[in-house]
């Protein structure tokens, strides 16, 4: 639902004309039905645009603010979206080693050591007249060079890549009334309008998923199979953005 169908249709609910709405505003009624069919040129600019907006709003009774964000995504007035690891991730400093001078001592023994266990075996060697590798001396006996090496695959443990995704996928269940506004990668609007307690919403694209929700914390969100909870507890609007990455690995 557009703006404008939710200025009209919340105008009748509270049982106003337009006049009736025009005199308690001091708003002229031309540029009211322009903004009713969501054509805000009569109102002389974005910022006298979302003066209406917030005007118009209280009188008949709605919260202003998601309606002003609504206008401001679509008309190129809304900062950018945070992305989903600043939203439910804390942020955390990163830690650095001290880089510390080689030891060249230590390095030195170690060197002296491999030239002393070099010359050992090769005494070994040449004395019994065989020459056995360190895995035979310990007793363990040594692969036979016919037997293949084991791989790696599902039947004997060994890993697996998992497949990357190739779209995102994000489900809005409203735990209380709202606006939400959903836009793809390409700009294209998924959804726009009021939810409802109650109400789910399931959405899918190629790359990328915007939201501008109105109230921080009324909608719980589940982003590619994962459960993320309500972001903006008790916070206001709310603009976030997911790919097929997210949620991020903690």
Known sequence: MSIGETLAEERLRAGLSVTQVSLQTRIRETVIRGMEADDFS???????????????????????????AEFDATHGGAPQPVSAVSAFEPEQPVAFRERRAPNWSAAMALALAFVVIY??????????????TAQQVAGTPAPSASAPAPSASPENGGP????????????VEARRTTWLNAQDDKGR???????????VKDWTAKKRIQLVIGVGGSVDLTVNGKELGSPGQGEGVQRL???RNDPEPA
């Open 189 to 199: 609007t998924l959804f726009s309008g009021m939810l409802r307690k109650g109400d």
């Open 160 to 171: 697996v890549a998992a497949a990357p995704r190739t779209k995102v996928e994000v489900q």
């Open 119 to 132: 010359g050992v075996v090769q005494v070994i060697g040449h004395d019994g007249g065989e020459r056995r």
């Open 42 to 68: 009569f109102c002389g600019g974005n910022f006298y645009a979302r003066g209406h907006i917030r005007s118009v709003s209280r009188v008949i009774g709605i919260d202003p603010e998601p309606l002003v």
């Open 241 to 243: 953005s997911f790919d």
